[in-house]
């Protein structure tokens, strides 16, 4: 129970007077009071961690709590264990008879196999040289065994510097890897995935206009002295919509984008699972990693309960502060109108159509379509192949380097009739009629 009483020295704290500038907390205990054992387990393992703390580095390390939600730094930790980083300590184990070790398979190595590292958990991990512990407690109820994250520091200034450093080790750790968020029944997922083959901008195949302008726009935000923004008073923040017909390339110069700026990108799939709580966790996060890139995959799904709250966020001072948004959607016509071309949202919007007859010769000739078939027979495709989307020209390419592996010749008209057929079935829904041929259900 605690009992303060204001006096003119202060504070006056169960009969003790504490200076103003001074705060102290004086717990009294009060037999039968359940949840007091509950209490001195929590204070009898903080306290042992802080005395280990400075009995064997010979400095005062203090309990902190995180506000935010960011847990940054518990990434980057488990990343220096699973790597024997010299710049982290196992200083000891919590409780005895729980892991102090476990192993985990790398399928990121050159050649994926187990690691057997210090467990994170009931472990106490120290970087000495910053003046940072942290520790991932079991904590013991009826029902099973939690963790709770606890941070000690050896002041403000230390702890302050750690997070500093922890955003600028998060920025160069994503330079190759792409942050990509989930929402599931299970609430958020967030992983962090490298960018296993890279997409140069010579692989986008769009409009020339067009693709210097979105190039252009980003060039010009990742400039590094943003001088431009800073010279015409421009908010540091854009916002970009692509949209058209599924398999036209957005994809790919989405990928070209995140392998082509210098700063992080993230990549958001919406769902019926989407809340505000994602759509907050998701902008907290690009905030840490600006200036950065965040792709919103099938904006149209944005749930109807959670667009106020997102159109809200978008709107904020800060919220999209050295944020490149880009939204993507196959059908435009489900988008709120509140989104399109409204200044501090998405600013543009540019569809992504179906190739034309010269933009579907160079995606054939990059593909390599010339090695099976003859130029007679690829001018011919060429021309064969109007209405088709980039992913149909890529299936077109496959198709016919497995007819010329087989029979070591290819009818490149034929294969364009079966797939254009193919299409007209799946425009009319004839494919769905299993009494025409189709591979619907008879009952």
């Known amino acids: 129970m605690e009992r303060k009483v204001q006096s003119d020295q202060g504070l006056r704290i169960a009969g003790i007077d504490i200076p103003a500038n001074e705060e102290r907390t004086i717990v009294a205990y009060e037999p039968g009071n359940v949840n007091m054992a509950e209490y001195e387990s929590y204070a009898r393992v903080t306290r042992g961690i802080e005395a280990m703390l400075e009995e064997r580095y010979g400095v005062t390390y203090t309990l902190y709590a995180s506000d935010d939600g960011n847990n940054d730094y518990w990434d980057?930790?488990?990343?220096?264990?699973?790597?024997?980083?010299?710049?982290?300590?196992?200083?000891?184990?919590?409780?005895?008879?729980?892991?102090?070790?476990?192993?985990?398979?790398?399928?990121?190595?050159?050649?994926?196999?187990?690691?057997?590292?210090?467990?994170?958990?009931?472990?106490?991990?120290?970087?000495?040289?910053?003046?940072?512990?942290?520790?991932?407690?079991?904590?013991?109820?009826?029902?099973?065994?939690?963790?709770?994250?606890?941070?000690?520091?050896?002041?403000?200034?230390?702890?302050?510097?750690?997070?500093?450093?922890?955003?600028?080790?998060?920025?160069?750790r994503e330079q190759d890897r792409i942050t990509v968020f989930t929402d599931t029944n299970n609430g958020m997922q967030r992983e962090s995935e490298p960018i296993t083959r890279a997409v140069s901008r010579d692989d986008v195949i769009l409009p020339e206009p067009l693709k210097k302008e979105i190039y252009r726009s980003l060039d010009q935000f990742f400039a590094s002295d943003r001088s431009f923004y800073r010279k015409h008073n421009l908010p540091f923040k854009r916002g970009i919509l692509l949209y058209g017909r599924p398999g036209n390339?957005?994809?790919?110069?989405?990928?070209?984008?995140?392998?082509?700026?210098?700063?992080?990108?993230?990549?958001w799939q919406i769902t019926e699972y989407t809340s505000s709580g994602s759509v907050q966790e998701v902008f907290e996060t690009a905030a840490r990693l600006a200036p950065m890139v965040l792709v919103i995959e099938d904006i149209d799904s944005m749930p109807q309960g959670v667009r106020s709250f997102f159109l809200n966020t978008l709107d904020g001072a800060t919220s999209k502060e050295g944020i490149f948004l880009i939204g993507t959607t196959n059908y435009p016509e489900k988008i709120d109108p509140g989104l399109m071309n409204r200044a501090g949202r998405f600013d543009r919007s540019y569809e992504i159509t179906l190739p034309d007859k010269d933009m579907r010769r160079i995606f054939l000739e990059r593909r390599g379509l010339t090695d099976f078939v003859s130029a007679e027979a690829f001018e011919g495709a060429i021309a064969l192949t109007q209405g088709f989307s980039m992913a149909q020209l890529g299936e077109l390419y496959v198709s016919a380097a497995l007819e010329w592996n087989e029979q070591g010749e290819v009818d490149i008209?034929?294969?364009?009739?079966?797939?254009?057929?193919?299409?007209?079935?799946?425009?009319?829904?004839?494919?769905?009629?299993?009494?025409?041929?189709?591979?619907?259900?008879?009952?």
């Open 413 to 443: 008209a034929a294969i364009v009739r079966s797939m254009g057929g193919e299409m007209n079935k799946e425009k009319k829904g004839s494919w769905m009629d299993a009494k025409n041929g189709g591979i619907g259900f008879q009952l």
């Open 76 to 172: 980057l930790l488990e990343e220096d264990v699973k790597k024997g980083s010299p710049d982290v300590e196992c200083a000891g184990r919590i409780y005895e008879g729980i892991e102090g070790r476990t192993f985990a398979y790398d399928e990121d190595s050159l050649t994926p196999e187990y690691t057997i590292h210090p467990a994170i958990r009931n472990n106490v991990f120290v970087y000495a040289d910053q003046g940072v512990a942290l520790a991932r407690i079991p904590m013991f109820r009826q029902h099973g065994i939690y963790s709770e994250d606890f941070v000690f520091a050896t002041g403000d200034e230390a702890i302050s510097e750690f997070l500093r450093s922890v955003r600028i080790r998060q920025r160069n």
């Open 249 to 267: 390339g957005k994809t790919t110069l989405v990928k070209s984008i995140a392998g082509s700026v210098p700063g992080p990108a993230a990549y």
